[in-house]
């Protein structure tokens, strides 16, 4: 099996999670699959533009997948979580939800200005999550070289809140 289909079935939809009407990409067969991770991390890896100087992740699925890439392209991690989980100083950011708003928060050390750091989720859905991811780095001085996925929700078109050519994903749906 190549690696893209290998990777596409153990990606398990789950109807009507959290929700009545959302179909939910479950990536749990995916993590317990050492072949399909492995895979994963190396497309990951070969989406990735030149050499950053941090992988960020965002809170959680992008912890799962975003530091074993950093790990293998030998440079930081720097995570992105939801509001007062962070110890140290933070920006924040918050963004709109289909009904209200959400915040995530950075360290203001975690990148130091005119560093390139490549934003890493498991999914892209409405794209309002790494817009707001993007907006942070920006707040530490730092600049985004990709937004980079394990899935893409094509139809809800999230790529075109985030600036063009920068977004790769592995899957899209
Ligand atoms: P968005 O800000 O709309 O792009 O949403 C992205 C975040 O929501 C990601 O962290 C995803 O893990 C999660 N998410 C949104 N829709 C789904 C879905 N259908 N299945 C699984 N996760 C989702």
Redesign the pocket.
Known sequence: MANTDLIRSLIRD?PD?PKKG??????TPLLRDARGMAAVIDAMAEQVPGRPDAIVG?????FIFGTPLATKLGCGFVPIRKPKKLPWKTYAQS?Q?EYGT?TIEIHQDALQPGQKAVIV????????????AGKLVAKCGASVSAYL?V?E?GF?D?RS?LPAGAVRSLLTF
């Open positions: 789950v999670f959302i179909l939910f990409k479950d990536i965002i809170e959680s699925r992008g963004y939800l959400d989720d498991d999914l892209l859905a409405t794209g309002g999550t790494a817009e707001a996925f899935i929700l809800l999230g809140k």
